[in-house]
């Protein structure tokens, strides 16, 4: 029976497809108006481009605005210019100040106001919803607090739920906390409930038997291979969140067939990968139809795979501190459905999104670090491996080769060519291109098997680069 505490808010969530695109564009409409009396960067670019707001009227109509980037939200910024030509609410409504990095270089700045961490929190509290939480449960939050806003907004979240938060910022808390407290779920990352299991055992608890009943994995993309170890080493589902400062933030409901997307509070379109999101460019050249030719070839159908470009929507009377329209996340992905969710949510879902920095080119095919997670993930596999990895790509135009490094459970109780072949056949079997051009000798991929502790990435501080492009 699906009743009302299966939801955070059962109205939205399970609104019906034709009445949410309706509310998506009352929401476009307002939120064009707030950008262009509130944005300097918006207003500048309507009224060069010659853009009458009121043409602005359905969601369909975003596709004739220009994609911003990270990088165009640093030039619109000191010290490139003296003012935050994005931020979008005055001095006296902007309640916190952020700065993302993202993978690499300068800062970007984000300002919130009270009612960008309402909505912050509303969608990790309906994720949390959508994941089974009750108001009993004890959670334990791995992510770091700071000046990114994940942790802050899951633990607000979770308060407003009245779960219990136990807020470590870090995966490496001491293992009593699972023993005294008995929390029933974690917020982290695959490697991080990895390496905790590892842990555990040593210290003789075996997660199986801990008192956890959830993971929630978020921050990074993984494969469903490393996903299903996990589950089995830790016999509990693990669930996936996607979200940044920016403001996404979807989550996987437990049909786990798919990241909802809150599309009433976030619009989300899929460009293709080749599309232009340089409006710099356009701004100079005031060609208010330049970015217009694409718009059959620019955005992909339901099931293609590409960038993930998302809007922030406003209601009425709403304030935002940074008003990102048409913004390049750098992810990519694909929408999986629109249609009701067996669990009963209308909103649509996404495939689980891969990071663009994470990705690189063999002979024109896109290699994500996630397909080589896959590979080495193989469940024989990890009867060897501890799943810890990291690849290199070296070479030329005519030739390239990929190294892998796996760290081994037992250096002495190994089988190099189970690894091998299973990896082959699962990277291999993806890609018609690459497995000809692994055959005929153009492409080669060899193993480095390490002991405990071995891999590069450990003498670097810092998030693991698990793909490196050396060429
Ligand atoms: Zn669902």
Redesign the pocket.
Known sequence: MKNNNLYYNKEIETMNRGDLDSLIDEKVKYTIKYAYENSKFYKKWFDKNKIEIKSIKTHEDLKELPIITGDTIKKNQPPSTNFFNFKSAKNKNIVTIHETSGTTGTPKSFFLTENDWEKYIEKYARTFK?QAFKSNDYLIVCTSYGMNIGAESMSLAAKKLKITTIPEGKCTFPIRILKNYKPTSIVGSIFKFLRLAERMKENKLDPQESSIKRLIAGGESFSEESREYIEEIWGVDVYNTYGSTEGTMCG????K??I?VPEDLIHLDIYNSNTETDPNMRLENNTPDSNLDCSESCFLKDGKEGKMILTTLLSKEDKAGTLLINYDTDDSSSVITRKK?????THM?IDNPTRDAETINIFGNSINRVDIEAGVFQRENMEYLTGEYESFLYGNETENTLRISVECKDYSNLNKKIVEDNFLSSFLRKNNDLKEKYYNDEFEIIFNFLEKGKLEFYKIKGRPKRLIDRR
């Open positions: 959508s996987e409901c437990t049909e067939k798919g909802h969710c067996g669990c009963g949510r879902k």
